[in-house]
C-alpha cells in the first residue's frame, strides 16, 4: 500500500539553528514530491517539489529537499531557522502515471524558540 | 481571484443538519480538488474534478457526500445528515494543469466544521 511516514510529531528548534523534517515514502513507482508548509487559520503553501533530474531542489524561504530514491525519504532541510518558521509541514506524494490524488503524512508541527 | 476562496470559514451544524461548503477557484483553473483534514493530521482527498466533469470520487467517505462544478468553475461540497465524525477542515484546491500526481496545488484556508 502507498504510505507517507513523517516519523517527527513535533520539532523544536532554536532560532538560527538548522533544520531537518523527515519524510519518507512506500510506492510502487517513481513518485511526484513535495512539502507543503500551513501556518495556523492558512490554506497550505507549496515549499518545493520534485519531480525527476536533480535530487537536491531548492525551494521558497530558503528550504531545500533531498530525494534518496535508496532511503524512500525526501527530507526537507533549512540550514538557518526564523521565529517565521514556526508552522506545520506536510510531506506528499502523488503518483507517476495514475491518480489525481497527493497523499499526504501526518505533519510534522515546528516550534521555533529564541 | 488572486487566490482560492472558500466560504464559509466556520460552521456549527447541529448532528443531522445538511452543510454546504463553497469553493471559488483561481480563474481558469482546470483542476479542483477538495480535500478533508481531521484534527492532527494530513488532508486526505475527496474528490477531484476536471472542469465541470467529477472524475474522482473514491475518497467521498460515504453516500451523504456529494459535490458538484456544475458550469467549471465554483465548487460546493454538501454534507447531509452531518455526524460528528464529520467535523474537520475542508480545504479545496486549484491547479492549473490537468489532474495528475505531478500536480501543484493552490490552496484554500479551507471551511472548519463543527458538528455538534
Known amino acids: 500500500a502507498q504510505s507517507v511516514t513523517q516519523p517527527d510529531i513535533h520539532i523544536t528548534v532554536s532560532e538560527g539553528a538548522s533544520l531537518e523534517l523527515r519524510c519518507n515514502y512506500s510506492y510502487g513507482a517513481t513518485p511526484y514530491l513535495f512539502w507543503y508548509v500551513q501556518s495556523p487559520g492558512q490554506g497550505l503553501q507549496l515549499l518545493l517539489k520534485?519531480?525527476?533530474?536533480?535530487?537536491l531542489v531548492q525551494g521558497i524561504k530558503g528550504f531545500e529537499a533531498e530525494f534518496k530514491r535508496s532511503q524512500s525519504s525526501f527530507n526537507l532541510r533549512k540550514p538557518s531557522v526564523h521565529w517565521s518558521d514556526a508552522a506545520e509541514y506536510f510531506c506528499?506524494?502523488?503518483?507517476?502515471?495514475?491518480?489525481?490524488?497527493?497523499?499526504f503524512g501526518k505533519g510534522t508541527s515546528l516550534l521555533v524558540t529564541p | 481571484g488572486a487566490g482560492v476562496s472558500q466560504s464559509p470559514r466556520y460552521k456549527v451544524a447541529k448532528r443531522g443538519q445538511d452543510v454546504a461548503l463553497r469553493c471559488d477557484p483561481i480563474s481558469g483553473h482546470v483542476s479542483l480538488f477538495w480535500y478533508q483534514q481531521a484534527l492532527g493530521q494530513g488532508p486526505e482527498f475527496l474528490t477531484y474534478?476536471?472542469?465541470?466533469?467529477?472524475?474522482?470520487k473514491s475518497g467521498l467517505p460515504s453516500d451523504r457526500f456529494f459535490a458538484e462544478r456544475p458550469e467549471g468553475s465554483v465548487s460546493t461540497l454538501k454534507i447531509q445528515r452531518t455526524q460528528q465524525e464529520d467535523s474537520a477542515v475542508y480545504l479545496c484546491?486549484?491547479?492549473?494543469?490537468?489532474?495528475?500526481?505531478?500536480?501543484?496545488?493552490?490552496f484554500g484556508a479551507g471551511s472548519r466544521l463543527t458538528v455538534l
Open positions: 506528499a506524494v502523488g503518483a507517476h502515471r495514475s491518480g489525481y490524488a497527493l497523499n
Open positions: 484546491a486549484s491547479s492549473p494543469q490537468m489532474g495528475s500526481g505531478a500536480n501543484v496545488l493552490t
Open positions: 520534485y519531480f525527476s533530474g536533480d535530487t
Open positions: 474534478f476536471q472542469n465541470e466533469a467529477q472524475l474522482d
